[in-house]
């Protein structure tokens, strides 16, 4: 049931609030909106380099989000569901790479990839792992990957365990019922969750910044590409490539109320 | 519930095979793309952001003459560097923005062959910014002990322009006022710019390459010889470098005539000998032609009417030309 909205100042307020940071963040993007001016807006945005960058973000961010759908969905079902030793040591380390800032995840990432058998692999094909796109991927893969088990586990944890329980008491197997159950009514969490954890990744900075580096064209996404063109004092290109990111995260964001507009995630 | 428990069991183990799976294609994704990398000899290449639109450049020409050798830059602020080196031991070239970077590396064991007489392919020259208009008519180092004046200065620790900071105004006698002055401790160098270009302070003392970013919003004013600092940009091959060869070959390239001409076109200073003192600061008027170019290319961006020729701007019209193509710059 809502409540009435009027005739009181406590709702008056709350409604007030809301008002208000929503337009300073109109306020923001306008402003810059109008500092980039019509006709650079036209220019920047009929270059092909936005839109490599654009397609570079989204390609990245999609085979890692896909890459952390594979582990976070069992690890999230495993979590939300199962007793087993260490449960709780286990949940919190997968907390982890959300707590701490994607630098140190940057940082870590080079202790592993200098060292056996990363090290022998590069040797052998001559490449730089880390260097390269992988780099990227191995990056928003590593960040998002607890994210992504997070939030799955908030997905199945909604779904009572009583309908895994009559599908075992019908004679379905564990793996039968996972399919035919539990993912058909995690549907709309998992979706909602998956648009989260790919704004996530394309919006991953830091850790690229400490691992990989920008090689122009090849791994500096958008957010990369920013700080870039900010140090060569190329405002036109940071204020549309922003633009650029901010209707993409609004985009984002839209698709998940569509989507999952009933789940419990968010 | 007990025999659901139970035969959860076994679904665990799969899910751990599962898991173990997806980790180990993860990894084999590796050996697969890598091994379409087998032709070419790709260059790792460590250079500050700053040298961006110069080593771009470089790259273009370089990678058209030697198609079988392909250069990827790492970009990073220079101070990311020495950390990076240490961990990873990768790279193949290697050019901070300051000769004091090298110098940590050559220290760290990381370069051995690094010559200081020859290995400097350009300098950074020091010059005064100010906002369009110069609002409080900024004219001399001196100016920036006035009351009142918003000064931006970089941080020390973090970049090299905080320690010509120091040096410049201790030498003239007014650190203590200037450092009363300062509204702004800049962790980099386009920190500065984008503050003086959105007026946030008076004044500031940035390099040349960096000035000449800003050429629509920024004022630019050159300093007299015995503040004018000369800095150093130096290159080496790295210790571990997988293709010697070829690093000396882009090496060689980046400090040949050619190279350096193309560094002039972003404001570097390349005159092979710019006599200066004991701190660094210049000792004569071996610059005063690129700070002439530099003020007029800010008046060419300004003011359609300039002329646009090699006499006034010299090397930088692509700049201006670039700068005035959009009224918020790009490329």
């Known amino acids: 049931m809502a409540l009435r909205s009027r005739g009181g100042w406590w709702p008056a307020l709350c409604i007030g609030i809301t008002a208000s940071i929503l337009a300073v963040y109109i306020l923001l993007v306008t402003s810059n909106w109008i500092y980039l001016g019509w006709h650079d807006t036209l220019y920047f945005f009929s270059k092909s380099r936005m839109w490599e960058r654009f397609w570079l973000t989204v390609w990245t961010a999609t085979v890692s989000t896909s890459f952390s759908l594979f582990i976070g969905i069992p690890a999230g079902y495993a979590l939300s569901r199962f007793r087993f030793p260490c449960r709780y040591l286990f949940a919190s380390i997968i907390d982890l790479p959300i707590v701490v800032s994607p630098a140190v995840v940057g940082a870590f990432l080079f202790g592993i990839t200098t060292r056996f058998p990363f090290d022998w692999i590069s040797e052998y094909y001559g490449i730089y792992i880390s260097r390269n796109v992988y780099g990227v991927l191995l990056v928003q893969f590593t960040v998002t990957a607890a994210f992504c088990a997070r939030l799955m586990k908030a997905s199945f944890d909604m779904i009572p365990v009583r309908f895994e329980a009559v599908s075992h008491s019908l004679g379905a197997s564990p793996l039968r019922t996972f399919f035919k159950v539990v993912l058909p009514m995690a549907k709309n969490g998992i979706i909602a969750s998956m648009i989260v954890v790919w704004a996530r990744a394309a919006a991953e900075w830091e850790g690229l910044m400490l691992f990989v580096g920008a090689t122009e064209g090849k791994t500096d996404i958008m957010p990369f590409a920013i700080y870039l063109d900010w140090n060569g004092g190329m405002m036109g290109w940071v204020t549309s490539m922003s633009i650029v990111c901010i209707l993409m995260a609004v985009s984002a964001i839209s698709a998940m109320k569509l989507i999952g507009g009933r789940s419990n995630v968010w | 519930m007990k025999n659901f428990f139970k035969s959860s069991k076994g679904k665990e183990f799969m899910m751990k095979l599962i898991n173990n799976l997806v980790v180990f294609l993860f990894i084999s994704s590796f050996f697969l793309v890598t091994h379409t990398y087998g032709g070419e000899k790709r260059l790792l290449f460590h250079a500050g952001l700053g040298q961006r639109m110069a080593l771009n450049e470089i790259k273009a020409v370089f990678e058209k003459r030697n198609p079988d050798i392909k250069v990827n830059f790492s970009y990073k602020g220079s101070g990311y560097f020495i950390a990076d080196i240490t961990r990873s031991k990768q790279g193949d070239l290697f050019m901070p923005g300051e000769e004091f970077y090298l110098m940590q590396a050559v220290e760290r064991g990381f370069l051995t062959d690094y010559d200081p007489k020859t290995d400097i392919p350009a300098y950074f020259v020091t010059v005064i910014i100010t906002p369009k208009g110069n609002p409080k008519n900024i004219k001399r180092i001196e100016d920036f002990a006035r009351p009142g004046i918003k000064v931006g200065l970089g941080n020390p620790r973090s970049c090299a322009i905080g320690i010509w900071h120091q040096k410049t105004f201790r ?3 007014i650190w203590d006022k200037v450092k009363e002055n300062a509204t702004l401790s800049a962790k980099c160098i386009p920190e500065l710019g984008n503050a003086t270009q959105h007026r946030a302070i008076d004044a500031t003392i940035v390099w040349a390459t960096t000035a000449v970013l800003y050429l629509r919003d920024v004022e630019i004013i050159p300093i007299e010889h015995k503040y004018r600092g000369i800095i150093r940009l130096p290159v080496g091959v790295l210790k571990f470098a997988r293709y010697r060869e070829e690093s000396q070959k882009l090496m060689d390239f980046i400090l ?34 690129d700070m002439e170019y530099l003020v007029n290319a800010a008046k060419a961006v300004k003011d359609e009417s300039f002329p646009v020729t090699k006499e006034t701007i010299g090397d930088l019209a692509g700049q201006v030309l670039r700068q005035k193509k959009t009224k918020r710059a790009g490329d």
Do not use: M, W
């Not at chain 2, 040949?256 to 000792?283: M, T, W």
């Open chain 2, 171 to 173: 030498k003239a006698g």
């Open chain 2, 256 to 289: 040949s005539v050619e190279g350096r001409a193309i560094f002039h076109k972003h404001a570097y200073a390349i005159n092979p000998v710019i006599p200066v003192d004991k701190q660094g600061f210049c000792l004569d008027g071996t610059t005063d032609k």
